[in-house]
Nanobody, 126 residues
Framework: QVKVVESGGGLVQPGGSLTLSCTASGSHFTVNTMHWYRQAPGKERELVGSITLNTFGDVATTYHVDSVKDRFTISGENRKNTMYLRMTRLNQGDTAVYYC???????????????WGQGTQVTVSS
């Protein structure tokens, strides 16, 4: 079983910044991709961005959706199955629950996994 845990959410004023963290943990697994999603009240969950990892667990590529690419930065920590979301110039439209998703393979059984975290709340308000 692969567990995904997010952290770093909270209340921030408009124009402020916040960094979220996500870590996948477990035994005998390989992470191929990690993704940030967010879900605002009354809206569908949407992709914010992603990283892909190579066979050594190093970050190979990053992707940001166009709507946030000028304000948000996704990064990863090599060989730690850890991903970050640095958010700047936050506005009330960024208020949402932010979820981390990790996909890969459980090596012991050669079976794919698709694990989600519980989500972390980000509230932008004065």
């Amino acid at each position: 079983q692969v567990k995904v845990v997010e952290s770093g959410g909270g209340l921030v004023q408009p124009g402020g910044s916040l960094t979220l963290s996500c870590t996948a943990s477990g035994s005998h697994f390989t992470v191929n991709t990690m993704h940030w999603y967010r879900q605002a009240p009354g809206k569908e969950r949407e992709l914010v961005g992603s990283i892909t990892l190579n066979t050594f667990g190093d970050v190979a590529t990053t992707y940001h959706v166009d709507s946030v690419k000028d304000r948000f930065t996704i990064s990863g920590e090599n060989r730690k199955n850890t991903m970050y979301l640095r958010m700047t110039r936050l506005n009330q439209g960024d208020t949402a629950v932010y979820y981390c998703n990790a996909k890969g393979v459980v090596s012991l059984y050669v079976l794919p996994f698709d694990s989600w975290g519980q989500g972390t709340q980000v509230t932008v308000s004065s």
